[in-house]
């Protein structure tokens, strides 16, 4: 017999498998999902989703008896009071207790299936309904960035990484050392011996030669095969070393109007914005902070639930938002140590005699400070047919429009639908990727 | 068998093959050769060789979900089978299996690193020589599997789905794998192959014809008036009929063979899931003997070498705590009670036909005198490896005394009764009928519903016809059958139907189903 150990061989035999039925019920992930980004807090992709799949989907029909109907014998284990001729009362709905291996055969078909999702497969599906470029898609998803960087020599390794020349060296030096007789000496050595042992008639002395010729051509021999040509001490490998990029802290804003005019819909693509900017922010730093500002006509800072739950009633002066946010970058996040970004979601709507003030704080104070600052407007999806024209834009967009004109760590965009968050981040992404 | 002995001081002191839970390389070897000498040796089975493979928990899971084998193509209802298993084990609902085997020669036996030593000696006794004695000798497998031929041939099927997927794409590919899925039950010749027409016996057959018209020529016949038309069609098409070879119960290989819509590489997928299939077939119809087999082995085999000394009385208890519950039947009250458990009803025929062959009561003399007191245990219970499958295995060697120690009894439900009856019990008068009735109960040809191909209109719709003839008047669980006829109708292209047809030749019910488009 034979043991073989197959411990090692690869895992996730059934990864395909599992990618294959992921995409089958595509849909009901999907469903997962969005209600998952409506739930979960901005800085959460790693705890599980649990999808449920109603059992139609993913049925797998054969030719079944069905469990009523006809007459059926069988026989049961562990009588205990029965005679032959007694009878029991059928249990309502049909079939009996002990019966349930007939209903089918994998005893589960019963209830819908439930599974959880992998955090993988959580942020496919995430970044699919955000429209996300795939390059990007591999950018946000690996967990820890490291750059691998050559580091010397090693005297173990892959084969891959070998390092012929310097093992030739080192081979070289120890066959020199070692007095390791080359090819051609010995070749030397065998060509005299040849000679003599080709001539016709040999002298005493010819044949004292011979002898000792051929004990030396002997002990080269042996040498050669007593001294490796590459011997394991010789090896050497390129080693390289795994360097974690340079992570720094950063925090992020989230400023939003609340009033009354935000629909839920438009809470909801503000929200996913502030998803993505997280995503991308803790790709790129180790620690990220998040502050939530929200504000109808004076601004507070809230938690998460607060921010996108509630709804306050109120005017909309958007300039107390950047003023309570200057407040806050002064108090907590010195510039030196941290890197600023803030993300700006509102309709647009905004005193008119507030406009001046809030061009003025963003160029003076806040612009100088923030790595980055997107404004979106959120437009209501019912709304958006007839708003889609720059002309239609809001007061606070022309006001902004000043500002990014001479800014460029200024995006602005219009944002109708789920599609159209993502270009606000290529301007952000195209420049990340040449710092990185 | 020699019952082990109480007393631990009368077994010979012998080194012990292991004496910790850990196993390492050298100690599995060592066992396994132990256990093979009492296998081989002394109990006499005749197995494969045998390739055991250490395996993790990760890649017994994975295998799972592949049905076991260890290549298989990749489909999404394997991925399904997995995300569930994985669940049920990550909870905790479910613990492993112990063991794989596979009917291969050599024969594959997955054993996981997580088991402790006892367990390993366990289950190398009982897959590497109790299962795979069974695979190598049982008729159903020598006659339905190739063993040597299996591997060779799942890492062809593998290739070829997924060159199909590459060259039409995995949806095109899933179509059909889905739908033959479905068919898969429906996918062997039960009653073996009709003996193909041979050109000479054609001919006979074609002279003895004439020979008889000739001897009954009769003038008189040609002055009847004919319908030329309708019979001359009528013929035609029985005659195309029978060249069909309906009814045809292998719905699968009709699929393949005749259906006016598949392209030749659905074809061969199609040939792929049916030949699958029949490989599983005998598996299906020997799961209690195959289990009974494996178990009494095993047993045996731990009792004999606890009782040489060879492995110590920790393990036996371990051994013995496993066995309880491996051959752990609830019964009919219990909530645990889902059916007969086939470990254990398994491991009690075998103890059982051990018993009849050696110390047999006038009653076992009545019952079952083929085998009783001819005194060769292992003789015997070869004899009936190889020569049984479950249902025959009951109805031959299920004994009054097994049918009182379980406390078997019969229930009956006719739709029309308000009442279950109980119709036998383990008396005098119940014996026979409830070992016939278990015996029914794992005959495949009760257990399966039994669809046929009945009809083919050639010549206009292509309208496929297929019958479901009802025992005991049990119909289709319907929704499921309308689920399998639409894929039917996507495999043959044309429209279908399915007719329940009662004992009384009435239709009880018809479904119909049309392709969807591809």
Not at chain 1, 102 to 119: A, I, Y
Not at chain 2, 122 to 130: D, N, Q
Request: with cysteine; charged share 30%; hydrophobic share 35%.
């Amino acid at each position: 017999m034979n043991i073989v150990d197959r411990r090692l061989n690869p895992k996730g035999r059934s990864h395909t498998n599992r990618q294959r039925f992921v995409r089958l019920v595509r849909e009901n992930i999907k469903e997962a999902v969005v209600r998952s980004i409506k739930e979960r807090a901005l800085g959460d992709v790693d705890s599980k989703e649990v999808v449920n799949i109603p059992r139609q989907r993913i049925q797998e029909p054969r030719f079944h008896h069905s469990a009523r109907g006809g007459s059926r014998e069988h026989v049961h284990p562990g009588n205990k009071e029965f005679v032959a001729g007694d009878t029991l009362p059928k249990p309502e709905g049909g079939s009996a207790g002990g019966r349930s291996h007939e209903g089918s055969p994998e005893g589960e078909d019963e209830d819908d299936f439930r599974f959880t999702l992998s955090r993988d497969e959580y942020l496919d599906i995430l970044f699919e309904e955000l429209e996300l470029p795939d390059l990007v898609k591999t950018y946000l998803k690996e967990t820890t960035a490291y750059q691998v960087t050559r580091a010397g020599f090693a005297s173990s390794g892959s084969p891959r990484n070998l390092n012929l020349v310097r093992t030739m060296r080192h081979s070289l030096a120890r066959r020199i050392s070692l007095r390791r007789p080359t090819p051609e000496e010995l070749a030397i050595v065998a060509g005299h011996i040849a000679e003599l042992e080709g001539r016709a008639s040999r002298t005493e002395l010819d044949e004292k030669r011979l002898a000792e010729l051929r004990i030396v051509h002997a002990q080269l021999d042996r040498r050669i095969k007593r001294i490796a040509f590459i011997d394991p001490v010789d090896l050497r490998f390129n080693r390289f070393e795994p360097t974690p990029r340079p992570n720094a802290r950063a925090v992020m804003f989230c400023l939003m109007d609340v009033s009354g005019s935000m629909s839920e819909y438009m809470k909801d693509l503000a929200k996913r914005f502030f998803l993505l900017l997280h995503l991308f922010l803790s790709r790129k730093y180790e620690h990220v902070d998040i502050v939530f500002i929200r504000h109808t006509s004076e601004a507070k800072e809230v938690d998460e639930e607060t921010f996108f739950r509630s709804t306050e009633t109120g005017g909309t002066v958007v300039s107390s938002a950047l003023a309570e946010m200057k407040r806050i970058v002064e108090e907590r996040y010195p510039i030196n140590a941290w890197n600023i970004y803030a993300a700006q979601a509102s309709d647009g709507d905004n005193y008119p005699s507030d406009s001046e003030t809030c061009t003025r704080i963003l160029r003076d104070d806040l612009l100088p400070l923030c790595q980055y600052f997107a404004y979106i407007e959120v437009v209501d999806e019912r709304e958006a047919g007839m708003f889609r024209s720059e002309g239609n834009a809001s007061l606070l967009w022309r006001d902004y429009k000043v500002v990014a004109d001479i800014h460029p760590n200024f995006t602005m965009k219009r944002v109708f639908s789920k599609s159209d968050i993502f270009p606000v981040f290529h301007q952000l992404f195209a420049k990340t990727q040449k710092v990185a | 068998m020699p019952e082990r002995s109480a007393i631990a001081g009368s077994r010979p002191s012998g080194a012990l093959l292991f004496e910790t839970g850990e196993w390492n390389f050298d100690t599995l070897k060592r066992t396994f050769d132990a256990i093979q000498e009492i296998a081989i040796g002394e109990l006499g089975l005749d197995p494969y060789p045998v390739q055991v493979e250490m395996i993790s928990s990760e890649q017994m899971l994975d295998a799972y979900s592949s049905i076991g084998m260890p290549v298989f193509y990749h489909h999404w209802s394997f991925g399904k089978r997995f995300t569930r298993d994985e669940k049920m084990y990550r909870k905790g609902y479910t613990g492993l299996a112990y063991e794989i085997v596979i009917n291969s020669d050599p024969c594959i036996c997955y054993v996981m690193e997580e088991n402790t030593m006892t367990m390993q000696a366990l289950v190398m006794a009982h897959a590497a020589f109790g299962h795979n004695h069974f695979f190598k000798n049982n008729y159903l497998f020598k006659e339905w599997t190739d063993a040597e031929g299996i591997l060779d041939y799942l890492n062809f099927a593998k290739a070829y789905v997924a060159r199909c997927e590459e060259q039409h794409g995995i949806a095109a590919v899933e179509r059909i794998l889905d739908a033959a899925h479905a068919l898969m039950d429906h996918a062997v010749n039960r009653y073996g192959r009709r003996p193909r027409l041979s050109l000479a016996n054609e001919k006979k057959r074609a002279e003895e014809r004439l020979e008889h018209q000739r001897k009954t020529y009769n003038d008189l016949w040609r002055t009847l008036p004919k319908s030329k038309r309708e019979s001359a069609a009528k013929h035609e098409n029985d005659h195309a009929r029978r060249k069909l070879g309906l009814p045809e119960e292998n719905l699968l290989y009709f699929i393949e063979k005749f259906s006016p819509s598949l392209k030749d590489w659905e074809r061969e997928l199609v040939r792929i899931v049916r030949n699958i299939a029949q490989y599983f077939y005998p598996q299906k119809q020997t799961k209690m003997m195959n289990e009974g087999c494996a178990t009494y082995v095993h047993y045996r085999i731990m009792n004999r070498l606890y009782d040489l000394g060879k492995i110590g009385e920790g393990s036996m208890l371990e051994f013995l705590a496993s066995q309880a519950n491996v051959v752990f039947q609830p019964e009919f009250d219990d909530r645990r009670y889902s059916g007969i458990n086939p470990y254990a009803l398994g491991f009690e025929m075998m103890r059982d036909i051990e018993r009849i062959v050696l110390s047999p009561t006038d009653e076992d003399r009545a019952y079952i005198p083929e085998i009783a007191g001819t005194g060769d245990v292992m003789g015997t219970l070869k004899e009936v490896w190889a020569n049984f499958r479950d249902d025959a295995c009951i109805a031959q060697y299920l004994s009054p005394t097994l049918i009182r120690k379980m406390r078997l009894f019969k229930l009956t439900d006719r739709t029309e009764a308000p009442h279950y009856l109980v119709d036998a019990i383990h008396d005098e008068r119940g014996y026979d009928r409830v070992r016939r009735a278990l015996a029914r109960q794992y005959d495949p040809g009760v257990r399966d519903p039994n669809v046929q191909v009945t009809d083919v209109d050639l010549r206009g719709t292509r309208r496929l016809v297929l019958s479901h003839n009802l025992h005991n008047d049990v119909p289709l669980s319907e929704e499921e059958a309308r689920a399998v006829l639409a894929y039917v109708a996507d495999l043959w292209g044309y429209e279908v139907e399915l007719l329940g047809i009662a004992g009384d030749d009435s239709t009880r019910y018809r479904y119909e189903a049309s392709p969807r488009s591809s």
